[in-house]
């Protein structure tokens, strides 16, 4: 279903990069039928040409009626000018996704033509090693078969979960802004190694692959996390003592309070940008 289909990612960041590189790697779409357009930076578009072998275009050279999909990858402050400054440029059976966080559909279908077909997205950066958790909500005008399409699309950069979109605040905490979490977490354990008397080489290399060896038990043995936690926890062992500290400190809490910050922030950025909006119909009227 891809192979004919054209994409253009509107914003080339972190994000746009992360997708374009999952999605270039996994050879589903030929990079000739990929095009990148961004603000203004066009060494960055230069880079991304370079890089991938796609089409970094200006957004003067973008031929909006020979593209099927379009990404919209900017920062959600710029939802609105990017909507408006496209809308008339569409056709409401264009497919248009947004991995933009807090954006709803229906803000994507109030700023865009009526009956327009939307997507809201939220992957994350492991997109660039087809390894991201990603999730998709339909908007209202959205038929199956773009709904599939999309689908198909976003497994090759890695798990696509459908999911209602009162949701989508919540997975942007756990998997949006997730992976920063055991970033952060490998940081500290970096300095721990370092402290320790390992190289910074070798300690990276043990703790990546003991995140990977705990993500992976999780992923293929049909268990609890509580009871993979207690296999590790000899009684009066290190373990036990290791989790203690973690408890003492409030490692739990911490983590879960992250989710849901993350989360809050993304249902702000919601209300934040419906209220502008409100204000602008109100100073229109
Ligand atoms: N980073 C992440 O891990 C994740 C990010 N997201 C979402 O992805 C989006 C982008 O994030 P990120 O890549 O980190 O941001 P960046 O700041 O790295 O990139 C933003 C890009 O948007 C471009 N841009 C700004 N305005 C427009 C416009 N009107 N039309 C086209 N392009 C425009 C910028 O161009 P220029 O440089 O020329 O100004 C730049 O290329 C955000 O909305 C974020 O919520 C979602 C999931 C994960
Ligand atoms: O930090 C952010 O707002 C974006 C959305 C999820 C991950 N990064």
């Known amino acids: 279903m891809l192979k004919n289909k054209s994409i253009a990612f509107l914003g080339a960041g ?7 590189a999952g999605i270039v790697n996994a050879g589903k779409v030929p990079t000739d039928q990929i095009f990148v357009t961004n603000n203004s930076n066009e060494k960055r578009l230069e880079e991304l040409t370079i890089k991938y072998g796609i089409n970094g275009v200006k957004r003067e050279n973008l031929h909006f009626n020979q593209i099927d999909i379009f990404i919209l990858a900017m920062k959600p402050k710029d939802a609105d000018r990017a909507l408006n400054s496209i809308k008339s440029l569409l056709t409401p059976n264009q497919l248009v996704l ?148 973690l408890r003492k400190n409030g490692g739990g809490k911490a983590i879960a309070e992250a989710v849901f910050h993350a989360a809050n922030r993304s249902k702000e950025i919601s209300s934040k940008l419906a209220e502008t909006i409100d204000s602008k119909k109100l100073k229109a009227i």
Do not use: C, W
């Open 14 to 20: 972190s994000m746009a990069e992360a997708m374009i």
């Open 98 to 245: 947004s991995v933009l966080a807090g954006i709803s559909t229906s803000f994507m279908e109030q700023n865009l033509q009526a009956g327009q077909q939307v997507i809201r997205v939220m992957p994350n950066t492991s997109s660039m090693i087809g390894e991201s958790a990603t999730a998709l909500s339909p908007g209202a005008h959205t038929t199956q078969t773009n709904l599939s399409i999309a689908k198909e699309l976003l497994e090759s950069i890695g798990e696509v979960f459908i999911i209602n979109e009162e949701k989508m605040d919540i997975f942007t905490g756990l998997a949006g802004s997730g992976p920063a979490y055991f970033y952060y977490l490998m940081e500290h354990m970096e300095k721990a190694g370092l402290k320790g008397g390992l190289d910074v080489e070798t300690t990276r290399k043990i703790i990546a692959q003991t995140i990977v060896g705990a993500a992976r038990m999780i992923q293929e043995q049909d268990e609890d996390p509580t009871v993979l936690r207690e296999n590790v926890t000899s009684p009066n062992g290190t373990t036990a003592a290791g989790l203690d500290a």
